[in-house]
């Protein structure tokens, strides 16, 4: 994320207040099993060391917590090492799990120890090693993870309407819905923000990559809408903003902070926003543009993406403060790296959850 992430937002601000209420109803008693019951299978449940592996002697894999209410969980050298938020866990019958890049493949084969990657420098035998490790880790099935081809836009699409996954995988978009049970959704992220929303009762998910541009352009209300559309009001979701890069690492131009100034600028919102983000780690100084002490201004993506999820009426927020381009250990930064490698966050519904 250097210069190409300082590119003008072309499509101006008014992105930033088009959550829309499309009033749609019933979408949700047309959810149908079409995985089986494949996906409860994927768990490992005959190994508990798996599900619950930790890593004592490695510098705070032990489910180690952030102020925002996320934790590392994995071993390395047993498989995928992801993130988790506590307030997702307390979703019924959802999985989820913000890939780091520790516990890949060695070489695109069944080694350990080698990188967690889902980007384009990873050879396509390691992409799938790497996939098949992350959906065992977050039990499900490596054919049921659905993602889309990312534009940095607004747009969202839902698993249902397209069905196949390779005709998902073709669709240019940057959020990801389903209602379908053992189904899951995911987006790649470097440095930009994944956000993963959940009914609150399981009945929905969806993943949402959202850099810069996708913020201004309203990808988080765009999601919300899509929620309302399948019968979900605002109040009943439940998101977990993931790790992404953070404010004193990123640095941008007049435009790009000039694309969040509006944020800024209704006070009125910020007691909302911080009432959102309750599990979030809360800041001194939560504004979106900073400028005090800085030659250039930076920007909060996290904070921008909570306060965006409070305009859309979202009430349960949580924002991990893992920083992309600063834990260069736990992961794959565009900005610190000029690369290609990339996590995959990824949400889903196991076979049945309550409240269907």
């Not at 508990?48 to 930790?54: E, F, K, N, P, S």
């Not at 240019?172 to 389903?178: K, L, N, Q, R, T």
Request: with cysteine; hydrophobic share 40%.
């Amino acid at each position: 994320m250097s210069t190409t992430h300082e590119a003008r937002d072309r499509g101006g601000r008014g992105g930033l207040d088009r959550a829309r209420d499309r009033g749609g109803r019933g979408g949700l008693d047309r959810a149908r099993d079409r995985g089986g019951g494949g996906l409860d299978r994927a768990r490992d449940r005959g190994g508990g060391g798996l599900d619950r592996a930790r890593d004592r002697g490695g510098g705070g894999l032990d489910r180690a917590r952030d102020r925002g209410g996320f934790y590392l969980d994995g071993d390395p050298a047993l498989g995928a090492v992801v993130v988790r938020s506590t307030l997702l866990d307390r979703v019924p019958g959802v999985t989820h799990g913000f890939a780091t890049r520790r516990g890949g493949a060695r070489g695109g084969g069944g080694g350990v120890g080698g990188e967690l990657d889902f980007g384009a420098r990873a050879s396509a035998a390691a992409r799938r090693e790497n996939r098949r490790r992350l959906a065992l880790r977050l039990g499900v099935e490596p054919g049921r993870v659905f993602t889309v081809r990312q534009v940095h836009g607004a747009r969202i699409v839902d698993v249902e309407a397209v069905a196949r996954r390779e005709a998902v995988a073709a669709q240019e978009a940057d959020g990801v819905i389903s209602q379908l049970a053992a189904t899951a959704v995911g987006v790649l992220t470097a440095d930009c923000v994944p956000v993963l929303l959940a009914e609150r009762r399981g009945r929905a998910v969806a993943a949402v990559h959202a850099g810069w541009r996708g913020l201004a352009a309203g990808i988080l209300g765009a999601a919300v809408a899509r929620f309302e559309e399948l019968g979900v009001a605002p109040r009943d979701l439940v998101a977990a903003i993931g790790p992404c890069i953070g404010v004193e690492a990123y640095e941008v131009g007049e435009e790009v902070a000039e694309a969040f100034a509006d944020l800024d600028e209704r006070e009125d919102e910020r007691g909302d926003e911080r009432e959102a983000g309750g599990e979030a780690g809360g800041e001194a100084d939560d504004s979106v543009v900073r400028r005090v002490g800085r030659a250039k201004p930076h920007v909060a993506l996290a904070a921008a993406a909570a306060r965006l999820l409070a305009r859309a009426g979202v009430r349960q927020v949580a924002r991990s403060e893992h920083c992309t381009a600063r834990e260069e250990a736990l992961f794959h930064s565009h900005r610190r790296d000029a690369s290609f490698g990339r996590q995959l966050s990824v949400i889903g519904r196991l076979c049945s959850s309550p409240g269907r």
